[in-house]
């Protein structure tokens, strides 16, 4: 019942949140890249790109290109990467609003396997407008993921933060922040080709690591976080940021100060530490299907239960769009590697696909291999052993009807673990898990 009263409250907050035109949105791409994209909306872009984008705000927040190539924080996609939420002029601001509520039965097996109820959600808000030469960028995002419990949901395998202060989650995927991104920008270009823009959050999302999962493409339909979330994005949610970068054409080389802290178990507040930790990031988006990241931060004292660990996360990551027909897909590959002060360096792959079939019809995968050195509690005798686990997950969402600009749809994904068979006595021998899920998103049409 809460759940359900949970994803109501959500779903109406996200109707009510935009419903001017859509008409206005337009990014100056070449015809090529929006050959595969297949919506009305598309048609009616073009002839306002005829007219010129660049006097209309339709370029990114942050540099002269497509504004398609933005996602979560400053990081980048592929420019190809077909456009999602509602967006709207409004007098010199130019608005966006993404944003679902995935209502989940969560059945994670064996006997560290667990099962429950829970939404998760996201509603995101975005604004730029020309200001004194340069582009004035705004963005919110909020979450009721803090309703889910302060332990999260069973997810085996997974690691990360904590639900009391005391003991660190295991086998459970930590909860979101109430806010995950109050962030503002400005960027000015200095030349035809080259800009410069800083960007400030609190939270927000450091230069470090490729797009969150839940906004790139090859991974925002699969309801349930990556193992290697620790690995990649895990500072996506950043409570005190600030990143300076340039952008020259195709490229871009940006400088994060940050709190390196992951956040608390308290997750309906806002946090303030010092700006303790630092990253930079090169992007490369040499053509509009792919887009190309290396990153690397140190992270001062992330873990609050050992706030006297630091790691250095060096990461590096491929997206790649591609279209087979009218289906659209996009493909992820990632690689990060945590190295902690003490203790064993350890990596994470992560191989994630996305196929839009038809409009309404997606099928989704993701890969996984992680070194996992933090599956048993400090008393456990295997405490901070190494076991390298892998993950395969498989799934389908089906889009069913709209109402507005929400559109209602329903998934389900299976997953199957391979793990060291030392773990067999405590995690069975390799387990599967299941989610089914109902899901509302907010759509263009
Ligand atoms: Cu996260």
Redesign the pocket.
Same mark, same amino acid.
Do not use: L, M, N, Y
């Given at each position: 019942m809460k759940i359900l009263f949970t994803s109501l409250l959500a779903v109406s907050c996200i109707a009510n949140a935009q419903d001017a035109p859509a008409d206005n949105m337009a990014a100056p791409q070449p015809q090529e890249q929006m050959d595969h994209r297949n919506m009305d909306h598309d048609r009616k872009s073009m002839s306002a790109m005829d007219k010129g984008d660049h006097d209309t705000g339709m370029t990114g927040m942050f540099g002269s290109y497509p504004m398609t190539r933005e996602a979560s924080g400053t990081s980048w996609q592929p420019d190809s990467t077909p456009m999602e939420g509602i967006h709207a002029m409004r007098g010199d601001w130019m608005t966006m609003a993404h944003g679902y509520v995935n209502a989940v039965y969560d059945h994670q097996g064996g006997p560290r396997g667990d099962h429950q109820a829970f939404a998760e959600s996201m509603l995101m808000g975005m604004a730029q407008r020309p200001l004194g030469g340069g582009t004035l960028g705004l963005r919110a995002m909020i979450s009721l993921d803090p309703t889910i419990g302060k332990a999260g949901y069973p997810l085996l395998f997974q690691t990360g933060e904590t639900a009391d202060g005391r003991q660190p989650l295991i086998n459970r995927q930590h909860p %979101?922040e109430l806010f995950m991104e109050l962030a503002a920008s400005y960027s000015y270009a200095i030349g035809k080709d080259s800009s410069v823009f800083v960007y400030g959050g609190l939270p927000g999302e450091p230069a470090l690591g490729p797009t969150a999962y839940m906004h790139r493409a090859s991974g925002m339909d699969n309801p349930e976080?990556p193992l290697t979330?620790h690995w990649l994005d895990?500072t %996506?949610?950043t409570f005190g940021v600030l990143t300076a970068g340039y952008v020259w054409r195709n490229v871009k080389l940006e400088a994060s100060a940050f709190n390196g802290r992951e956040p608390d178990q308290f997750r309906w507040n806002i946090e303030t530490r010092k700006l303790d930790s630092a990253s930079a990031r090169l992007s490369w988006n040499p053509t509009p299907a792919w887009s190309l990241q290396v990153s690397h931060g140190r992270l001062d004292n992330p873990e609050l239960l050992e706030p006297d660990v630091s790691v250095k996360r060096t990461t590096a990551s491929a997206s790649y769009e591609h279209a087979f027909g009218s289906s659209t897909s996009q493909t992820t590959l990632a690689w990060g590697r945590n190295r902690k002060d003490t203790g064993p360096s350890t990596n994470g792959f992560l191989l994630e696909s996305a196929l839009h079939v038809t409009a309404k019809t997606t099928v989704f995968g993701r890969f996984e291999k992680v070194d996992n050195d933090e599956l048993f509690q400090e008393d456990a005798p295997l405490h901070g052993q190494v076991f390298n686990v892998r993950k395969l997950s498989v799934g389908v969402v089906q889009d069913l009807f709209s109402a507005g600009k929400v559109k209602f749809g329903a998934g389900a994904l299976v997953s199957k673990h391979w793990a060291p068979s030392a773990l067999d006595s405590v995690y069975g021998s390799n387990p599967s898990s299941y989610m089914i899920f109902f899901r509302a998103k907010l759509a263009m049409r």
């Open positions: %979101h976080a979330h895990s %996506h949610i």
